[in-house]
């Protein structure tokens, strides 16, 4: 529940075989897709409507409502979610692919894009996510594909303008082969090109994604020594080409062990989950399955909880009251993580060492004494029991018990070192 869940819940009981405990959590539809929430049409016509409204309050536009809605929805499902290793893996591969509602038209999308883009192929095959994740709004906008055309292309001519590349870099530096493929700066400019047309319709009905062709650029592109065809199906072939590519592979298996097993990937682990994502052509289940297989995955507590990791743990575990509960977003921005706010396009890191500075230690440690307040109902010895159990040595337990009051009690626990790992 700790290290691949996002903690115990409340007074959750504890799986008798956690093998099939986590197996069963990644078979069928996820069950999140069917809590109703604003879909990509619902966030492009606030977007549409904005647009010819007066100038306002930002916070009083329509995509602003449906950001706030969409979000709750998130959060909600992070708190109460009873498949919590598949929803671990949603909000990593959502941190792969990342998108920041840091750029405007990407905030009222963001969650849609979760929802549309990330959980319906975290069980399946990684080149149908890339395909998703590609031709999404949210990324269209948030890497700035809309803007480009192909300088020879009709639009493109009658605009005098040409390609932005931020796209076609992004995917190869973070989402597939990364720079150990060789590729060149010519590599990424064919590749802009062969994006260019991969837009978006503001009018449509509904809304959504477009290709261009007065857009895209005319003529066979070379990549990487391949050529590709012109028109959307050069995109299509590209994508699915990169998508299995050795390198990829690699890429994906190192930042699943460094994930789910330590800071530090082990060389033979990263190996193990490469060779089945290969085997299997990229199917995300089976690479779920084999990082769970892997010996290292068992040790508890080598990772630092990020504060988006911090906060779902620690509101899971008193499952508090929605009207008690302090909202999970504002803490994670106070803890240094907002939500869907990633700075820059390689997201969040995952490593401890940008997260255990002694000032973001400290803001745990006010944040864990504010929190337990709300929570001082509980019995810190439950609590203790409840949430790490043999995990939380004796002295902890000792200290715990001979605090002054159960606000102390309790706000000594969640600032355990023992809490704040996974």
């Known amino acids: 529940m700790i290290r691949f869940g996002l903690g115990p819940r409340g007074g959750e009981t504890l799986p008798t075989d956690p093998d099939s405990w986590l197996a069963a959590q990644l078979d069928g539809p996820d069950p999140a897709l069917s809590i109703p929430a604003p879909d990509t049409a619902a966030g492009l016509t606030a977007l549409r409507d904005d647009g010819k409204m007066p100038p306002m309050d930002p916070q009083q536009r329509r995509s602003a409502k449906v950001m706030r809605a969409a979000t709750a929805v998130a959060m909600d499902t992070l708190l109460g979610t009873d498949t919590p290793f598949r929803e671990r893996l949603v909000w990593f591969w959502a941190n792969h692919f990342t998108v920041s509602i840091r750029q405007g038209n990407v905030g009222p999308l963001s969650q ?3 929802r549309e883009a990330i959980r319906p192929h975290v069980t399946g095959r990684f080149i149908d996510m890339l395909r998703a994740v590609m031709s999404h709004p949210a990324m269209l906008f948030y890497l700035d594909n809309v803007q480009s055309l192909g300088p020879d292309s009709p639009t493109g001519k009658r605009f005098k303008l040409g390609l932005n590349e931020n796209l076609a870099r992004e995917c190869l530096e973070l989402h597939t082969v990364t ?3 060789g590729y060149t700066q010519a590599d990424v400019t064919a590749f802009a090109a ?14 959504g994604f477009l290709f261009r062709p007065f857009a895209h650029e005319p003529g066979a592109k070379t990549v990487m020594g391949r ?3 012109p028109g959307e199906a050069g995109g299509e072939q590209i994508l699915a080409w990169l998508g299995t590519h050795p390198s990829t592979l690699h890429n994906l298996a190192v930042k699943l062990v460094r994930h789910f097993v330590a800071d ?3 060389p033979d682990a990263v190996a193990r989950v490469a060779e089945v994502l290969r085997d299997t052509g990229g199917d995300l289940r089976s690479a779920a399955m084999a990082v769970i297989a892997l010996p290292q995955a068992w040790t508890p507590l080598t990772k630092l909880r990020t504060p988006f990791d911090y906060v779902v743990a620690v509101l899971r575990a008193f499952d508090l009251p929605a009207a008690n509960r302090p909202d999970p977003n504002g803490w994670m921005s106070a803890l240094g993580q907002p939500f869907m706010s990633a700075p820059l396009p390689n997201g969040w890191s995952d490593t401890a060492a940008d997260w255990a500075a002694p000032a973001m230690i400290m803001r745990r440690i006010d944040w864990a004494s504010a929190v337990a307040w709300r929570a001082r109902q509980h019995d810190p010895q439950a609590m203790a029991e409840a949430t790490l159990g043999p995990l939380l040595p004796a002295d902890s337990r000792q200290r715990i018990a001979r605090a002054g009051s159960r606000q102390e009690a309790l706000a000594m626990l969640i600032a355990s070192p023992q809490f704040q790992r996974r």
Do not use: R
């Open 112 to 114: 849609a894009y979760v």
């Open 227 to 229: 050529v590709w065809p």
């Open 179 to 181: 720079p150990a493929a």
């Open 264 to 266: 530090v990937p082990p």
């Open 194 to 207: 062969i994006l260019t047309g991969w837009s978006i319709d503001l009018n449509g009905h509904p809304p």
